[in-house]
């Protein structure tokens, strides 16, 4: 870990020198990971911006015009391809309950904590605004006040445009029947005019429409537009840095130097705060293999990081407290793996007990088959032999009949045999009679 930590101090300080002296380096690619500061009024949805970005409920969000966030919040995620997103919410330039005055001093000591809690600078503003709301004269005194406090050129050159309440253009397209698609929004962009229109030509048509009540699956879509649109035209990957922040930071960084127990403490918090948003990912996971490998994957993470903190030189009460943190969350993952585990075990048994169940079933309706079979086999033969029997007796009869025809025959034959010998000896006898009449 102590190598880590130059590595990034190091990188920390590049960084400042650079931009600080209004050098503009151009890389061919954005940065791995996104850096994100959300800006914008109170009431335009963009601390639940924040979390549809992160994939997870980070930020105190309600639908008011009073400011829920009233310092500046940092949390970070892991996005699907590899890259750390990482997300600061400043509080909303409106009424925070103390005036306009009051408002803007807070936000500009909350810009100040923003700063120091990413102080090699961001890559990216997204300015709130709200979806089917004209752009008021105050919509139009914050983004001054913000080109006063950044600089005249960060709209055009960090910015990118967040319309919230996507779903009342949803509902509007539907009220006219009109289906929404990925071009609706790009369609209603081109329509508007007036300070709307110019405020998308200065950030270059930089413009995502954010739905933030919509499905998991909506979310994940916009979230995607949004990095791919960070990466196709916000192509120089330079951070945002200001010289009226400069004392601030440089302070940050001595503070760095010269109280090394700090960066072990915020390399603990950012990987803590990674390991937290995994573990309620994974919690959703259905698979159970891959639920199984992401928490071995997170339980070994969770052991790395305990080990840098043991071998950390530079210790303080702050970074044992995190390892107390760290220690718990390996508790609490330990427990999962061993639960789930155990879930897949039974599952699996269930599912071997299912197979046998299903095997056994197959025997016994295969059994039934051939016993289905072995009837069927005997009722043929049955049949066969009673066939065989009646043709027997058929035959027996005919037999019989030919035996008894031919008696028959026989008996007539014989009869007319001796019928005609009867009837020749009768008419010899009446011939001899005859004859003798004639002779007497």
Not at 340 to 353: A, D, F, I, T
Request: aromatic content about 8%; proline content about 2%.
């Amino acid at each position: 870990m102590p190598q880590r930590l130059s590595q990034r101090a190091a990188l920390c300080c590049f960084s400042l020198q650079c931009e600080d002296q209004g050098q503009e380096q151009s890389h061919p690619k954005m940065p791995k990971d996104i850096d994100f500061l959300l800006l914008g009024k109170t009431g335009y949805g963009k601390s639940a911006t924040g979390n549809s970005i992160l994939g997870f409920k980070a930020f105190s969000s309600k639908a008011n015009t009073t400011s829920v966030t009233i310092e500046s919040k940092k949390e970070i995620a892991q996005h699907q391809d590899g890259r750390r997103l990482l997300v600061v919410d400043a509080p909303g330039l409106c009424d925070t309950g103390g005036g306009k005055e009051y408002g803007e001093k807070l936000f500009k000591k909350a810009i100040k904590e923003a700063m120091l809690m990413n102080p090699h600078g961001y890559h990216v503003f997204l300015f709130t605004l709200k979806c089917g709301s004209r752009l008021t004269a105050e919509d139009l005194d914050t983004i001054s006040f913000m080109k006063n406090l950044f600089g005249e050129d960060f709209v055009r050159t960090y910015c990118i445009i967040i319309m919230t309440y996507g779903d009342t253009l949803k509902r509007e397209l539907q009220e006219n029947d009109t289906t929404f698609t990925d071009n609706s929004f790009q369609d209603w962009c081109e329509e508007q005019t007036g300070e709307f229109q110019k405020l998308r030509q200065e950030v270059y048509r930089r413009v995502v429409l954010f739905d933030n009540f919509g499905s998991v699956e909506e979310k994940a879509s916009q979230r995607q537009n949004l990095i791919n649109m960070v990466d196709e035209q916000m192509l120089t990957g330079r951070r945002y840095t200001n010289k009226k922040f400069e004392k601030v930071l440089q302070s940050h960084l001595k503070l760095l130097t010269k109280d090394k127990t700090l960066l072990p403490v915020q390399n603990a918090q950012e990987e803590i705060s990674l390991l937290s948003n995994e573990i309620e990912r994974i919690q959703c996971e259905a698979n159970i293999d891959a639920k199984i490998s992401a928490f071995e994957q997170v339980a070994e993470r969770i052991k790395k990081l305990l080990k840098n903190i043991d071998e950390e030189e530079h210790k303080s009460p702050a970074l044992d407290r995190w390892r107390s943190i760290a220690a718990d969350k390996q508790s609490y993952v330990e427990k999962e793996l061993l639960s789930v585990n155990q879930q897949k075990e039974l599952e699996e048994k269930s599912r071997r007990n299912e197979e046998l169940r299903r095997v056994q079933a197959m025997k016994d309706e295969q059994k039934k088959r051939d016993e289905e079979q072995r009837e069927i086999a005997e009722k043929k033969r049955l049949y066969e032999e009673g066939l065989r029997q009646v043709q027997a007796m058929m035959d027996e009869q005919k037999k019989r009949a030919d035996e008894l025809k031919k008696e028959r025959q026989r008996q007539h034959d014989e009869y007319t045999r001796a019928r005609d010998e009867s009837n020749e000896n009768k008419a010899k006898s009446l011939w001899e009679r005859i004859t003798s009449w004639f002779t007497w």
